[in-house]
């Protein structure tokens, strides 16, 4: 098997036990990462890398199988639903936080739809539901009109967001003569039709996707983009700059950067807290005011955790900007910074 490091001969059922994602990359980001000028960055999203076999920590490491409620939903915070539809992506990202299922034969993926949306039903408070997987995108326009035809009934939902990076990977997907049809169905039923793409580079913004963004937009789409902060692909303060710049520019609403996840075989790409930290503080000198709409985000076990600073006194301080408890959300606390700590559970109590 061929790794950015060289080649290696593995079985089976090394890469199994390793929790290594099988490797596959479409032929439209290949050649757009080969010749964009990013590539010695952008080869360490899809290509495999030797440190996968050494990268610890766990598949599951913000608490999917918990807040489970329907095979294939989850409802972690009250106002949201995370569906489960796909264990595929057009190309398969090496830092997904998703190893223990995408790219294989899941039974995590909602089988039932119709018993799906029944939860909904019985759960007023739930106001908006994310696609996502795998990526939604790689089920054909036809799949998403049956998701949908359980969905959109739903009087209390009012959006429903569709999480993708086939923007970067395969932007024709989105010439179907099809989707303009899904998207009104949306807006015919009150329904806030949202793409959430997944840019991580500028590099991966390239000119098909603008004019495919443009046309979508054009037929009341609305989008938000989230980016992981990767070690050795994005850790730079003007390459997240220029990329939130640029979303800006196009009417992708910059979202979350998210803290990389300690992931088994993905932890890798983490950078520490204090950098994290450094490197926001970068972005937000380049970026003028209206273009700061990111948050720096922690994606942990008890909620979504903002990162707000490394205190003059030694310590973190954060916030949940989600949390399953609505008393928590808002709140500042802090924690005891340690260096190369990466993650909440990093940081010591107290």
Same mark, same amino acid.
């Given at each position: ?6 080649t ?7 890469? +199994? ?5 099988r490797h ?6 290949r050649?757009?990462i080969?010749?964009?000028?990013? @590539?010695?960055?952008?080869k360490? %999203?899809?290509?495999?890398s030797?440190?996968e *076999?050494?990268s ?14 329907v095979?294939?939903?989850q ?12 264990d595929?992506?057009?190309?398969y990202?090496?830092y ?13 993926v909602?089988p ?6 029944? @939860? ?5 408070e739930?106001t ?24 959109l ?7 429903i967001? *569709?999480?993708?990076k ?6 024709k997907?989105f010439?179907?003569?099809a989707?303009?049809?899904?998207? +009104? ?13 997944? *840019? ?17 937009? &054009?037929?009341g789409?609305?989008f938000?983009?989230?980016s ?12 997240? &700059? ?7 520019? %196009? #009417? ?11 992931v ?31 948050? @720096? %985000? ?15 006194? #030694?310590r ?16 500042i *606390? ?12 990093d940081?010591?109590?107290?």
């Amino acid at each position: 098997m061929k790794f950015i490091e060289g080649t290696r001969v593995v079985t089976e059922g090394e890469l +199994q036990a390793n929790n290594i994602t099988r490797h596959h990359v479409t032929k439209y980001y290949r050649n757009q990462i080969t010749k964009g000028g990013y @590539y010695e960055q952008l080869k360490n %999203i899809v290509e495999p890398s030797l440190q996968e *076999f050494e990268s610890r920590g766990s598949l599951d490491t913000s608490g999917e199988h918990d807040n489970t409620v329907v095979l294939g939903l989850q409802h972690k915070y009250p106002q949201t639903g995370l569906l489960l539809v796909t264990d595929r992506c057009a190309s398969y990202c090496r830092y997904c936080f998703r190893k223990r299922l995408v790219g294989t034969e899941s039974d995590e993926v909602a089988p039932d739809f119709a018993r799906v949306a029944q @939860y909904i039903r019985d759960h007023p408070e739930m106001t908006n539901v994310l696609l996502s997987g795998g990526d939604p995108f790689v089920l054909s326009t036809a799949k998403l009109n049956e998701i949908l035809d359980h969905l959109l009934p739903i009087r209390h939902l009012e959006s429903i967001r *569709f999480g993708t990076k086939m923007v970067a990977f395969e932007p024709k997907r989105f010439d179907d003569s099809a989707l303009p049809a899904l998207f +009104q169905r949306l807006q015919k039923t009150g329904k806030t039709a949202i793409i959430v793409t997944h *840019f991580d580079h500028i590099g991966e913004i390239s000119g098909d996707a603008v004019r495919r963004i443009q046309s979508l937009r &054009a037929q009341g789409v609305q989008f938000l983009n989230q980016s992981v902060l990767l070690a050795k692909v994005n850790d730079d303060p003007e390459v997240l &700059a220029a990329t939130f710049a640029k979303c800006h520019q %196009i #009417g992708v609403r910059p979202y979350y950067l998210f803290q990389g996840r300690p992931v088994k075989g993905a932890s890798h790409f983490q950078v520490s807290l204090r950098r994290g930290l450094e490197i926001t503080r970068g972005i937000n000198q380049r970026l003028s005011g209206i273009q700061k709409t990111f948050k @720096y %985000i922690m994606s942990h076990y008890t909620g979504k955790i903002e990162i707000l600073d490394l205190g003059e006194d #030694g310590r973190v301080y954060m916030r949940y900007h989600q949390n399953k408890m609505p008393e928590k959300i808002g709140r500042i *606390f802090s924690r005891p910074h340690l260096e190369d700590a990466c993650w909440l559970d990093d940081l010591p109590e107290g």
